[in-house]
Nanobody
Framework: QVQLVESGGGLVQAGGSLRLSCAASGRTFRDYALGWFRQAPVKEREFVASISWNGVSTVYADSVKGRFTISRDNAKNTWYLQMNSLKPEDTAVYYC????????????????WGQGTQVTVSS
């Protein structure tokens, strides 16, 4: 059974940093693009970042560009989202996901999803 498990969420003050991890099991994702999405209360889920299978190509939402960095460790079947200079508007449940396509921002292309981890940024 394929599982994606996020960790690293929590409460942080504005300007602080968090590092999210997504550990996958049940299959290897070395040939998948990996991504992060988020959903704030009463808002639709939105794209955050994506990374290609080999880590060469990355895509970011404009709202996080320059502050967030996505990375992956294929040997560990794990990917990460380093979040710096956090803002209250970054508060959301963050989901990791895997897509058989290249790095992209389209949620419909992601076929595996985690259960989410809460990130709360206080002002």
């Amino acid at each position: 059974q394929v599982q994606l498990v996020e960790s690293g969420g929590g409460l942080v003050q504005a300007g602080g940093s968090l590092r999210l991890s997504c550990a996958a099991s049940g299959r290897t994702f070395r040939d998948y693009a990996l991504g992060w999405f988020r959903q704030a209360p009463v808002k639709e889920r939105e794209f955050v970042a994506s990374i290609s299978w080999n880590g060469v190509s990355t895509v970011y939402a404009d709202s996080v560009k320059g502050r967030f960095t996505i990375s992956r460790d294929n040997a560990k079947n794990t990917w990460y989202l380093q979040m710096n200079s956090l803002k209250p508007e970054d508060t959301a449940v963050y989901y990791c996901a895997a897509s058989p396509r290249g790095a992209n921002r389209y949620s419909e292309s992601y076929v595996y999803w985690g259960q989410g981890t809460q990130v709360t940024v206080s002002s």
